[in-house]
């Protein structure tokens, strides 16, 4: 069985009760958009669940655009995937490329843009994705059997917890 159908078969179990597949940005807020995780081990399930969802999704822009703002705002550095995601015959984003620089008339710049206008995409949403999927505080050396390989495995985790703390320090309540 190759990948695809692999990943179809497995599709529903993973399908909330909107029948959406969660966008990687949002089921991993911890990666990095071109971390090695995407590339191997869970994320990279994951986007194969996400490509194998976004095909069998209707390719009318108003539905793609639902989709989306259904889900948390992507961070800028996933800018071209969102793009895709809504003109899927463009061609979207193969994960190598980058977004472009910001020069006058640059078709990246104008897409980030357009993007940000429509609320799909935003600045430091990664932290505040991770925060709602948090159910209190969780030691980021739990990740790990040392506080050495936590820090050295899961620097965004420990990044994310040390802001989360630090917030609840300032809460009075």
Excluded at 50 to 66: D, K, S, T, Y
Excluded at 102 to 127: C, F, M, Q
Aim: proline share 6%; aromatic share 14%; glycine share 10%.
């Amino acid at each position: 069985m190759d990948w695809k159908q692999d990943a179809r078969t497995r599709l529903t179990e993973h399908l909330d009760a909107k029948g959406d597949l969660a966008p990687p940005w949002e089921k991993f807020p911890n990666y990095e958009r071109y971390t090695i995780g995407w590339r191997m081990g869970s994320g990279e399930d994951w986007l194969g669940l996400w490509h194998v969802f976004l095909e069998q999704l209707g390719p009318e822009f108003e539905v793609r655009l639902a989709y989306l703002k259904r889900h948390a705002p992507a961070p800028f550095t996933w800018a071209n995937a969102v793009y895709g995601v809504l003109y899927p015959k463009s061609g979207g984003d193969d994960g190598d490329g980058d977004d472009g620089d910001d020069g006058d008339g640059d078709p990246a710049a104008e897409r980030r843009a357009a993007l940000l206008e429509k609320g799909l995409i935003a600045s430091d949403v990664a932290y505040t994705t991770w925060l709602h999927q948090q159910k209190g505080v969780r030691w980021p050396w739990t990740y790990s059997k040392t506080p050495q390989n936590a820090a050295r495995h899961w620097t965004r985790d420990l990044w994310f917890w040390s802001r989360q703390v630090a917030a609840l320090r300032c809460d009075p309540s």
